[in-house]
Nanobody
Framework: QVQLVESGGGLVQAGGSLRLSCAAS????????VAWFRQAPGKERELVAS????????NYADSVKGRFTISGDNSKNTVYLQMNSLKPEDTAVYYC???????????????WGQGTQVTVSS
């Protein structure tokens, strides 16, 4: 069992920045991936970015490319999502998850955090 704890969400004005953190309770399998999803009210959960726990193969949704950066600190079992140039449409609950493949299909991930709210005001 792996527990994931997200932090770093909050309220920010459009154009601002936030950094989300996802801390795992223990080291996961080396070939696992970690991803950030987000879910806005009335919308489906969507993939934002993913990366391997070893820091390879970063991948981004088109809507966040050039604005968000996913990175990891393997020594701390922590993955970060740096979010710059935030827009009101980025407002959502952001979830951290991990699983054996990097996919946009949320049901294929094994473990999920509780989520952290990000609100971007216009």
């Amino acid at each position: 069992q792996v527990q994931l704890v997200e932090s770093g969400g909050g309220l920010v004005q459009a154009g601002g920045s936030l950094r989300l953190s996802c801390a795992a309770s223990r080291r996961t399998f080396g070939n696992f991936f970690v991803a950030w999803f987000r879910q806005a009210p009335g919308k489906e959960r969507e993939l934002v970015a993913s990366i391997s726990w070893s820091g390879n193969s970063p991948n981004y949704a088109d809507s966040v490319k050039g604005r968000f950066t996913i990175s990891g600190d393997n020594s701390k079992n922590t993955v970060y999502l740096q979010m710059n140039s935030l827009k009101p449409e980025d407002t959502a609950v952001y979830y951290c998850t991990t699983g054996p493949i990097a996919t946009r299909l949320a049901h294929l991930y094994n473990y999920w955090g509780q989520g952290t709210q990000v609100t971007v005001s216009s």
